[in-house]
């Protein structure tokens, strides 16, 4: 479902290495944004749709998981995304919403493409094909040094880990810097904030940097 006229709605996605605290951040920006009437809508990749969310369960908790290749993974990643695009996220932005994806198209390029190794062009044309052209109006990036990130989720409760969430030292570096150099090299649409701080602090940046980009 293409966006085929100006749309007032924002869609602003959260990106960041696993245990670097989007949802905690989401939930209180939506806040925000609540109290000043406008609606909001918060949803999560891959999923935020029934199709999505069994998408999501074949990536995360298949028992077979660990044998899916690189390219699977990203085709199933960019599936459940196509499908929120066109049943959630379109229709919110064209009726005004502000839309908080927990994750959007920029997990991909990193997680798959960088931190899998997979060449940049395909992933960028599938990532297109799968949004066509609904895009982020801000991304913000809630970066933590990785070893803070491995050390947050071995504190989460007692679910077991899945298989995103297995991943080496050496994956998760290379996701942290991933977002970081995407950062740099589009300052127009990305916010970096540091995820070490406390909730309250990082909550007060990202209103205040909200407010100044979306006037």
């Excluded at 007032?8 to 925000?32: C, D, N, P, V, Y």
């Excluded at 798959?112 to 801000?138: C, E, K, S, T, Y």
């Excluded at 989460?156 to 991933?178: C, H, Q, W």
Aim: hydrophobic share 40%; charged share 25%; net charge neutral.
């Amino acid at each position: 479902m293409p966006l085929k006229q100006k749309a007032s709605g924002k869609l602003i996605s959260f990106e960041g290495s696993e245990g670097s605290g989007k949802s905690t951040q989401i939930a209180r920006l939506a806040a925000h944004f609540q109290k000043t009437h406008r609606e909001v809508l918060t949803t999560r990749e891959p999923g935020g749709t029934e199709i999505g969310e069994q998408i999501r369960n074949s990536i995360v908790h298949n028992s077979k998981g660990d044998e899916m290749c690189a390219e699977t993974e990203l085709l199933l990643f960019t599936a459940a995304r196509a499908q929120l695009v066109r049943e959630v996220i379109a229709p919110a932005i064209m009726r005004g919403a502000v839309v908080l994806s927990d994750r959007f198209l920029d997990s991909s390029t990193v997680y798959q493409g960088i931190a899998r190794n997979l060449a940049a062009d395909p992933v960028a044309q599938i990532n297109r094909f799968a949004v066509g052209n609904v895009m982020p109006d801000l991304t913000i990036v809630i970066d933590v040094p990785t070893e803070v990130s491995l050390a947050r989720l071995k504190q989460r409760a007692s679910d077991l880990p899945d298989r995103m969430e297995r991943e080496n030292i050496d994956f998760y570096t290379k996701v942290r810097e991933g977002y970081l150099v995407l950062a740099k090299g589009m300052p127009e649409r990305f916010i970096v904030v540091d995820g070490t701080k406390t909730a309250e602090a990082i909550e007060k940046k990202i209103w205040s940097e909200v407010q100044a980009r979306l006037k």
